[in-house]
């Protein structure tokens, strides 16, 4: 559990106390929108790890595992190509800090990938077959929000100016990348599941803390207002995340309904 509650620890911190970085984090993240923004991921990150601790069927816990292995190498990759802004020389928590992200981030992407191969080899690989496929319209539209998130998140990834000029925030090259990460890890996880996997059962366990951390992203957004710019792009930016918010909500109310429906025998399974 050393991993919940390191990730739970700095999810919480970044998200209660966004503009005090400087004190303890990593690096200096001159905007607070920027490190609540990551506090929430970290959050719903640790109530993956939590749940997926307590489960022992590796096909319910898979969609975990790829999104660990996307966030923790892009994150690296990222962290390689922006060295200069961490605090690695300047001594006390903010150095341990930086070095302990540094060595999380290149520990975690080959034990995860080696986790994932192992498991698939052990029978996962034969563990995709659906007795109850999630609705077409639920694919969809997680699919979809996967896509459009992905496009957003490779943008930040590969410094579109335009795209970091209209951001509701300051965007610096280390937070763009790191935010660009956090928005591909979710988007493999909805396409994951509307292309691969197709089961809810197999994937609420990643769905759940996703919307757990769209959630705090709102609420991080209505707390320090003024420090986004209040024009067109916070607009776009808090209608997309109250779309994903109501989507992911939606989508969760309908599928668990199925799945209740069908262990009481109250309802017929519809043909998707």
């Not at 302990?100 to 995709?128: D, H, K, T």
């Amino acid at each position: 559990m050393l991993g919940v509650s390191l990730t739970a620890g700095t999810g919480i911190a970044l998200f209660a106390v966004p503009g005090r970085t400087a004190d303890y984090w990593a690096w200096t993240i001159k905007a607070a929108p920027t490190a609540a923004f990551f506090g929430a991921g970290y959050v719903g990150a640790a109530v993956a790890l939590a749940l997926a601790a307590r489960t022992r069927e590796w096909q319910r816990t898979r969609v975990i595992a790829v999104v660990a292995v996307t966030l923790t190498s892009v994150a690296l990759v990222e962290t390689l190509l922006h060295l200069e802004p961490f605090a690695f020389g300047k001594g006390g928590l903010r150095a341990a800090v930086a070095w302990i992200w540094l060595a999380v981030y290149v520990i975690l992407p080959p034990l995860a990938v080696a986790a994932f191969v192992i498991q698939e080899r052990a029978g996962g690989s034969r563990e995709y077959d659906t007795e109850l496929p999630a609705l077409r319209a639920t694919r969809l539209a997680l699919g979809g929000a996967g896509v459009l998130v992905g496009a957003v998140g490779i943008g930040l990834l590969a410094g579109w100016g335009w795209l970091v000029q209209q951001w509701p925030w300051p965007l610096p090259p280390l937070p763009a990348g790191v935010t660009g990460a956090w928005l591909c890890t979710y988007a493999v996880g909805f396409l994951w599941f509307a292309l691969r996997e197709r089961d809810w059962r197999r994937v609420r366990i990643g769905l759940v803390p996703a919307t757990i951390a769209v959630a705090l992203d709102l609420i991080a957004t209505a707390r320090l207002w003024e420090s986004l710019d209040g024009g067109a792009a916070t607009a776009v930016y808090v209608v997309a995340l109250s779309a994903l918010l109501v989507g992911l909500g939606a989508a969760a109310i309908v599928e668990e309904h199925r799945q209740r429906s069908r262990a009481t025998g109250t309802a017929p399974v519809l043909a998707d």
